[in-house]
């Protein structure tokens, strides 16, 4: 994980806390969108997702005593987020699944339409095989290969130890070969 893109963010939150109110927007700007799929992660639905994010950020602007700078504030937010989600998550009644949005597609100039329909192909996929693993591993593997965060990082967001997200990490990614797999010329 890269400490200047860690130092940045703690940077950010400090111009904000000393009055530079453009210090926040660009915290903002960086995490909501990682925080918004992680949390949808969570509740299985992106207004949702998305409230609770507003949340996440609500609650660093609200309770500025509680960030110490001992610990990154990306992976702060990450944990006051999962505490929003899993709030939630105990207290709603109902609440509605949705499948994760598609990917947009991005067509470059010199890819064939064969090598565009493969590549959307080999996308929805991963999506959907993504989807059948239980929550915890796609949790896990957002956190660890998507946020970048260490087994120790992603393990305290999770309330977990380094060790059960190894092993979730570990029976996700044999879970995804054996699914992936089935789909034959795909991934070939």
């Given amino acids: ?13 400090r111009r904000y806390l000393d009055g530079d109110e453009s210090g926040f927007d660009e915290l903002l700007k960086t ?8 949390i949808q992660r969570y ?3 992106e207004s949702i997702a998305e409230d609770l994010c507003i949340d996440t ?19 702060y937010l990450f944990i006051i987020a999962r505490s929003r989600a899993v709030d939630y998550l105990r207290h709603a009644k109902k609440f509605a699944t949705v ?3 598609e990917a947009e597609n991005e067509t470059a100039h010199d890819q064939t339409p064969e090598e565009i ?17 239980p929550d915890e591993m796609q949790i896990a593997m957002h956190l660890v290969y998507l946020e970048e965060l260490s087994y120790k990082e992603a393990a305290k967001v999770m309330k977990r130890s380094p060790k059960q ?14 699914t992936l797999s089935k789909e034959g010329d795909l991934f070939s």
Avoid: W
Wanted: aromatic share 8%; glycine share 2%; charged share 25%.
């Fill in 1 to 13: 994980m890269d400490s200047k893109a860690t130092d940045h963010g703690a940077q950010c939150y």
């Fill in 31 to 38: 995490h909501r969108d990682s925080l918004t799929f992680f």
């Fill in 43 to 45: 509740v299985h639905d």
């Fill in 57 to 75: 950020f609500m609650e660093l602007l609200l309770h500025k005593h509680r960030y110490n700078f001992k610990i990154p504030l990306k992976n």
């Fill in 99 to 101: 499948e994760l949005s």
């Fill in 117 to 133: 329909l493969l590549k959307n192909e080999q996308s929805r996929a991963l999506n959907r095989a993504m989807q059948s693993l």
């Fill in 165 to 178: 997200v190894d092993n979730l990490l570990t029976r996700a990614k044999a879970a995804l070969r054996t």
